[in-house]
Each structure stands twice: as structure tokens, then as C-alpha cells.
């Protein structure tokens, strides 16, 4: 700070002050206090190439088992450091499970989802009830439920992850619970229990248990999230409304009991982008993780252009300007921390931003 150049006894001050444990807000303000977020995470794209490759190499090279329990290679976010983090609260992996193996039962107080990009013949047991993994789908594994993963197939199966591991160990919440390490639970429904009861949009069972902070239905199936996007643009083909934007429809996964998000600490959603067509530019406090699921676009990070693919990964931090544009019809699967900032009520959103000064 310039004031120590004129006074050198603030040069002891400070020392002191360090010798002490204490410190003086002055000189840090702006980092403490900035003026808008600076967030350390930055703009990212992953490959789903690469990182498809180095999890084959490691379906090869490093079994799955007790200890380590799941062969999953996370997205390390190059703005922070040295954690295996996409962004500061979220979570996000390339899971490999290969031919008939199986990964063992857990537990943690940490919340996670998986998204399946393609592939099959897995099935999660989430709380003794086997759930079939589709492309396409969505799958939740509350916090502090027992899960398992088995591979029936002769193929191996890839699938992303996502969970608050960072947030929970921000937080200091994290708690871990090895079950047994023999597959509990080796039938293969094609239809698991949550979902023969609560996959009726508008039909609440009366007995069904509708559980506590995340969703009671375990799975969201492809098909329906399509259908209720080719909907969406049906109506906005006929001049209708019903989208986010013209072109842009979305569709955010929501517990059925009451219609919050399906999981406290993640929001999860679905884009479809109608070819040539552009998503309204946005930036908003919290950070997201998007994947290509189908198509191919543009997507801009603070004015950055980058061109994405099938299965590409992209990590959008807070306050980042963010817009996408459709080469063909681009579909894209997305999570944040929304849940959180709104919770807390520190949710701002900011939209055509590059259109005023920062
Ligand atoms: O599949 O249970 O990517 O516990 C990280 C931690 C996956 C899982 C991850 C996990 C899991
Ligand atoms: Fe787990």
C-alpha cells in the first residue's frame, strides 16, 4: 500500500499485526471486497476425445475396488490450482466402468447425479433399487444414499458425474461410509421402483414416500426430456412462445413432490438450440458445467468464441459472460450451484452484459 512508502513504522505495523495472526482489511479490500466477483476458476473446454482416451488407458491400467471406489478422472479446473475441481463448488468426472465390473457400495453426505452421454448395460443400485443407466438419461444418488454400480455388458460404459464434492469440502460437511464390497443387488429392471411411482408428470402417489431434500424419482428418461423439448419448439416453430428464446427451448429437471430442484446444492437442465439460432448472452453469479450432448455450435466465454462437439465439456465461472449459437441442432445438458446463491440470496444474473460496461 502506498501510505507504507511515506510511513515506514507501518512496515513494524503490519509485521506485528502478522506476529499476531491479525490483519489489516485496508490493504486487501478489493481482493476481499471486489467490486464484482473474481473468480479464480476460469473458462474452460475439455475434449470429450481426450479425456474419453485417458479413460480407456485407465479402464486398462487401474482396477476399480474398494479404497479408491470409482474409476473416475475429474475435470481440474486450471485456474485453481492443483484440486481436481471444474469449478469452485462443482464436481465433474468421466466415470469408466468396464466390461462386468462393478464398483462397490458407498455413502457420503456429498449429492450426486450422472449423465449419460452414450452407452449402456449399467445399472446404479441407489438404496437397494436398480436403476438402469440409458443414453440420455438423468440419475440421482441423494446425499447419504447407499449406490453401487454393476456392468452387465460385454462393452464398457462411460458416463459423467457430477457431485459438490468442492462446496462440501469448502464447507468442511464432508462425511464417508464404506458398504459391503460384494454387488448387493445384481437384477437388471428395466424400470426402477421411484420411477414406477413417481414418473407420472402431475400424479403424486398417495403412498409414495417423497423423501427429503433431493427428488424421490431417482431417474429423469431421455425420452420424455426430449419430447418436452421438440414440444417446446413445436410451439415456438407456430409463433407461440413457450421457449426461453426464439430457437432456445429448456427444460430444468424438478423433484416431483415439489417442484424445487432435484438436488439441494445442484441445478440441472437441458438446452435444445434449433440450428443457426443463438442463446440470449448471460452472466450470472455461480458457476455452471455444460456438456455437448448432441450437435455442434459456438459458445462464447467472455467474448471468446469456441467451437464445441459431441461430448465436450466446458466450466463457466461466476460472472462469466456466456452465449451459445447452434450450428446444427445443439442439444446441451448443464449444471450449477444455483441452488446455493439463491438460497442464500446472492443469485444475480446479468443479461446481454457485453452490451454495458463491465
Ligand atoms: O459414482 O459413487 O465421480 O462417490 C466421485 C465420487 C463418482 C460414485 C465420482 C463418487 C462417485
Ligand atoms: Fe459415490
Request: with cysteine.
Amino acid at each position: 500500500m502506498a501510505t507504507s512508502d511515506i510511513d515506514p513504522t507501518l512496515d513494524n505495523l503490519y509485521a506485528d499485526m502478522a506476529a499476531a495472526d491479525v490483519a489489516p482489511l485496508w490493504t486487501q479490500r478489493e481482493n476481499l471486497m471486489p467490486v464484482t466477483p473474481l473468480p479464480a476458476a476460469l473458462p474452460h473446454v475439455w475434449r470429450w476425445k481426450v479425456v474419453h482416451a485417458l479413460a480407456e488407458r485407465a479402464g486398462v491400467s487401474v482396477p476399480v475396488g474398494r479404497g479408491g471406489e470409482r474409476r473416475a478422472i475429474a475435470l481440474a479446473n486450471p485456474g485453481l490450482g492443483n484440486v481436481p475441481f471444474a469449478t469452485p463448488t462443482l464436481w465433474a468426472a468421466i466415470q469408466y466402468l468396464g466390461a462386468h465390473e462393478t464398483a462397490p457400495a458407498h455413502r457420503h453426505s456429498q449429492t450426486a447425479f450422472r449423465f449419460v452421454l452414450h452407452g449402456g448395460g449399467v445399472w446404479t443400485v441407489v438404496n437397494g433399487d436398480p436403476v438402469e443407466m440409458r443414453r440420455g438419461d438423468l440419475l440421482l444418488t441423494p446425499a447419504w444414499a447407499w449406490h453401487e454400480h454393476h456392468n452387465t455388458s460385454d462393452d464398457a460404459m462411460t458416463w459423467l458425474d457430477g457431485l459438490d464434492i468442492p462446496l462440501v469440502s469448502q464447507l468442511d460437511a464432508g462425511f464417508f461410509e464404506y458398504g459391503r464390497a460384494e454387488i448387493s443387488d445384481r437384477s437388471t429392471p428395466s424400470v426402477a421402483r421411484s420411477e414406477q411411482l413417481w414418473q407420472y408428470a402431475g400424479l403424486r402417489p398417495i403412498g409414495g414416500d417423497a423423501g427429503g431434500a433431493c427428488s424421490p424419482l431417482m431417474v429423469y428418461r431421455w425420452e420424455s426430456t426430449d419430447a418436452a423439448l421438440r414440444a417446446q419448439l413445436d410451439l415456438d416453430n407456430r409463433g407461440e412462445g413457450g421457449v426461453v428464446s426464439r430457437g432456445h427451448a429448456a427444460v430444468r429437471f424438478t423433484n416431483p413432490a415439489t417442484g424445487s430442484e432435484v438436488l439441494p446444492t445442484i441445478r440441472i437442465e437441458m438446452h435444445r438450440i434449433r440450428a443457426g439460432q443463438k442463446s440470449v448472452s448471460r452472466r450470472a453469479v455461480g458457476s455452471d458445467v455444460w456438456q455437448v450432448f448432441d450437435g455442434s455450435g459456438v459458445i462464447t466465454l467472455d467474448g471468446l468464441p469456441v467451437p464445441v462437439g459431441e461430448g465436450d465439456l466446458v466450466a463457466v465461472p461466476s460472472w462469466c459472460a456466456f452465449q451459445i449459437s447452434a450450428d446444427t441442432t445443439l442439444d446441451l445438458f448443464r449444471f450449477s450451484d444455483a441452488p446455493v446463491y439463491e438460497k442464500l440470496g446472492l443469485a444475480r444474473t446479468d443479461f446481454e452484459p457485453e452490451d454495458k460496461p463491465r
